[in-house]
């Protein structure tokens, strides 16, 4: 089993930046993507940035690309995701994934390990 613990979410205006944070353990060795995604009240969940296990590959949804960037530190075991130039439609719940069927997935369908989300509110 994978543990992934995420933090760094909140409030902030629009245009402001946030950098969220999600910590792995356990059984680590297996997982070759790690990737963040997010859901707003009454919608699905959908696909923001996936990095790969290296972290070699990214890979971001088109609405962030430029805005946000994933990166990570192999030796904290920790994935990062930088928001800047946040806007109220980035207002969601954020969830770390960790999964061992694909690098850089980004579909929900790869990862089988999610944290307990974080929420990212941006004000008008």
């Known amino acids: 089993q994978v543990q992934l613990v995420e933090s760094g979410g909140g409030l902030v205006q629009a245009g402001g930046s946030l950098r969220l944070s999600c910590a792995a353990s356990?059984?680590?060795?297996?997982?070759?993507?790690m990737g963040w995604f997010r859901q707003a009240p009454g919608k699905e969940r959908e696909f923001v940035a996936s990095?790969?296990?290296?972290?070699?590959?990214?890979y971001y949804a088109a609405s962030v690309k430029g805005r946000f960037t994933i990166s990570r530190d192999s030796t904290k075991k920790t994935v990062y995701l930088q928001m800047n130039s946040l806007k109220p439609e980035d207002t969601a719940a954020y969830y770390c994934a960790a999964g061992t069927r694909s690098v850089g997935g980004r579909s929900s369908q790869d990862y089988e390990y999610w944290g307990q989300g974080t929420q990212v509110t941006v004000s008008s």
């Open positions: 990095i790969s296990w290296s972290g070699g590959i990214t």
């Open positions: 356990g059984r680590t060795f297996g997982c070759v993507s």
